[in-house]
């Protein structure tokens, strides 16, 4: 059974930047699948924000490729989220998933965190 879970302080201040780690059990990182982030605002959809392939490749939303870095730390089988220069809009819950089949219509998030809250304020 693969397990992931969020972690991370989820209070940001404008301008700076929100940090964010998902530990995975039960399946290595750096074997298959892609893992990435998503999040939801209040009262919006969901929003795919970017991943990283077991591979080490990249992948990012180009809404908000600018702003975001996703990285791993194979050691400790974590991938971590940087999100800079954060608004109150960024405020969401965020989720961490393992995508299978590949992207697009094809592949679907099998595995997902249970998400942590990030909020953006003064």
């Known amino acids: 059974q693969v397990q992931l879970q969020e972690s991370g302080p989820g209070l940001v201040k404008p301008s700076q930047t929100l940090s964010l780690t998902c530990t995975v059990s039960?399946?290595?990182?750096?074997?298959?699948?892609?893992w990435s982030w998503i999040r939801q605002p209040p009262g919006k959809d969901m929003e795919w924000m970017g991943a990283?392939?077991?591979?080490?490749?990249?992948y990012y939303s180009p809404s908000l490729k600018s702003r975001t870095s996703i990285s791993r730390d194979t050691s400790k089988n974590q991938f971590s989220l940087r999100l800079s220069s954060v608004t109150p809009d960024d405020t969401a819950g965020y989720y961490c998933?393992?995508?299978?089949?590949?992207?697009?219509?094809?592949?679907?998030?099998?595995?997902w965190g249970h998400g942590t809250q990030g909020t953006v304020a003064t």
């Open positions: 039960g399946g290595s990182i750096t074997t298959n699948y892609a």
């Open positions: 990283i392939n077991y591979d080490g490749s990249t």
């Open positions: 998933a393992r995508r299978t089949g590949g992207k697009g219509d094809s592949g679907r998030n099998d595995y």
